[in-house]
C-alpha cells in the first residue's frame, strides 16, 4: 500500500518497472517563451515552449515515461508552440483555437530574472474546450495516470471542465494527480484524487487562511477530508509536508542549495512524481524521487529541466523523516515568481 514512511535517506538505482508507460497530461496553455541572455558576441535568444504542463511532461520523459501532453494553440504564438513541441518528447494533441496562445519574454541579462512583456490567450470557444476535453479524457483512458494542472489564465476555461474531466477519468479506474489551485482543485475532489500537490501559497488559498505551524497539518488534513488520498504540501525551501492515504505524516528534506533558480520546480517535481507513479513506486519513493528532480531543475537555467542521471544523483540527497522529528514546524508563506502560469515550489 501507498503512503507508508520512514525516517531515512534512500538509495538504490532508479528502476521503473513500468518505463515507457502513457502519462496523460492536461496542461491547457502552453506559452511561447523567449528570454534574452548575455552572450559571447552579443546578446543570446532563446525560445522555448513553457507552461506548468509542458514542464511536468519534459521532466516525466526524462525519467522514462511517455507523457501525452493536452492542450491548447493558436495563433501565430501557436504556430511556433506546435514545432517546438514536437521537437518534444512524448506526443501532443493539441486542440487548434482562434485565439493566439500565450507567450512571454524574459531578460536575464543583468544577472536576474525580468519579465519584459507577456500576452495571454483569449477566452477559448465552446467547441474548442469540448475539444480538450475529449482529447484529454481519451488519452487518459489508455494512459498509467493523468496529471491535471493548471490554465493560464483561468479566465475564461470554465471550472465545471475540471470535475468533468476528474469525474470521467476516476470512473475509469484512472489514478488522479493533482497540481491545481483554487477554485479548480475543489472541482477534482469529489473524484478522490490519489495525490494533491500544492504550495503553502495555495493550501492558505483554500482554506482562507493562516497554515503556519500546527494549523498547516490541520488545513492538509481538510484537503483529505474533503476527498484527496495523499496529500503534499511543498514550501520554498523548507521541507515538504506529506499526508499519506495512510500512516502518520512525514517530511521530505531536500538537499541545501543556496543558490539556484527556482521557478518551475514545482512542475519538474510533479513530472518525476507521475513517471515514478506509473511505475508502480510507492507514494514515499515517488516523493523522494519528485524531490530530487525538484532539486535538479533549481540547478539549471532551464525550466522543467533536469538530466536523469543528475536526478539520481540527488535523490541520494534527499532525507525522509516522521513530522514529530521536526524542528520547524513553521509553514512560510512561499511567494510567486515571474513569469506567469511558473509554480516555483
Known amino acids: 500500500m501507498r503512503?507508508?514512511?520512514?525516517?531515512?535517506?534512500?538509495?538504490?538505482?532508479?528502476?521503473?518497472?513500468g518505463e515507457?508507460?502513457?502519462?496523460?497530461?492536461?496542461?491547457?496553455?502552453?506559452?511561447?517563451?523567449?528570454?534574452?541572455?548575455?552572450?559571447?558576441?552579443?546578446?543570446?535568444?532563446?525560445?522555448?515552449?513553457?507552461g506548468q504542463g509542458v514542464w511536468v511532461a519534459r521532466m516525466a520523459a526524462e525519467l522514462g515515461a511517455c507523457p501525452i501532453l493536452c492542450c491548447m494553440a493558436g495563433g501565430e504564438p501557436g504556430s511556433v508552440l506546435r514545432s517546438l513541441l514536437d521537437a518534444l518528447p512524448g506526443e501532443h494533441r493539441?486542440?487548434?483555437?482562434?485565439g493566439s496562445s500565450g507567450s512571454y519574454v524574459v531578460d536575464r541579462r543583468s544577472g536576474e530574472r525580468r519579465l519584459v512583456a507577456t500576452s495571454v490567450r483569449p477566452a477559448p470557444k465552446r467547441h474548442e474546450i469540448d475539444d480538450l476535453v475529449a482529447a484529454t479524457c481519451a488519452a487518459a483512458f489508455s494512459s498509467a495516470v493523468l496529471v491535471m494542472c493548471n490554465p493560464y489564465p483561468a479566465d475564461g476555461l470554465p471550472e465545471e471542465i475540471y470535475e468533468t474531466i476528474?469525474?470521467?477519468?476516476?470512473?475509469?479506474?484512472?489514478?488522479?494527480?493533482?497540481?491545481?489551485?483554487?477554485?479548480?482543485?475543489?472541482?477534482?475532489?469529489?473524484?478522490?484524487?490519489?495525490?494533491?500537490?500544492?504550495?503553502?501559497?495555495?493550501?492558505?488559498?483554500?482554506?482562507?487562511?493562516?497554515?503556519?505551524?500546527?494549523?498547516?497539518?490541520?488545513?492538509?488534513?481538510r484537503l483529505q477530508e474533503a476527498g484527496a488520498q495523499a496529500v503534499t504540501v511543498t514550501r520554498a525551501g523548507e521541507p515538504a509536508l506529506v499526508l499519506p492515504d495512510s500512516g502518520e505524516p512525514f517530511e521530505i528534506l531536500p538537499p541545501l542549495l543556496p543558490s539556484g533558480y527556482r521557478e518551475g520546480c514545482g512542475d519538474a517535481m510533479m513530472g518525476a512524481i507521475a513517471a515514478a507513479w506509473a511505475g508502480g513506486m510507492p507514494l514515499r519513493e515517488a516523493l523522494v524521487l519528485g524531490a530530487a528532480a525538484g532539486s535538479a531543475n533549481f540547478l539549471r537555467h532551464g525550466l522543467g529541466t533536469g538530466q536523469r542521471a543528475v536526478v539520481e544523483q540527488l535523490r541520494h540527497r534527499i532525507t525522509v523523516r516522521p513530522l514529530e522529528d521536526s524542528s520547524s514546524g513553521t509553514f512560510p508563506r512561499a511567494q510567486r515568481s515571474s513569469p506567469p502560469g511558473v509554480d516555483s515550489s
Open 3 to 17: 503512503g507508508r514512511a520512514e525516517s531515512s535517506t534512500t538509495g538504490g538505482p532508479i528502476g521503473f518497472p
Open 20 to 50: 515507457q508507460l502513457p502519462i496523460a497530461v492536461f496542461g491547457p496553455d502552453p506559452l511561447l517563451s523567449i528570454t534574452i541572455e548575455p552572450g559571447s558576441e552579443g546578446d543570446d535568444i532563446h525560445v522555448h515552449a513553457a
Open 94 to 98: 493539441v486542440t487548434e483555437t482562434t
Open 166 to 221: 476528474a469525474a470521467d477519468v476516476a470512473a475509469a479506474g484512472i489514478p488522479l494527480l493533482v497540481d491545481l489551485s483554487s477554485p479548480r482543485l475543489e472541482r477534482t475532489l469529489a473524484a478522490r484524487p490519489a495525490l494533491v500537490k500544492l504550495n503553502d501559497w495555495e493550501l492558505a488559498e483554500y482554506v482562507r487562511g493562516p497554515v503556519d505551524g500546527v494549523r498547516g497539518l490541520e488545513a492538509a488534513r
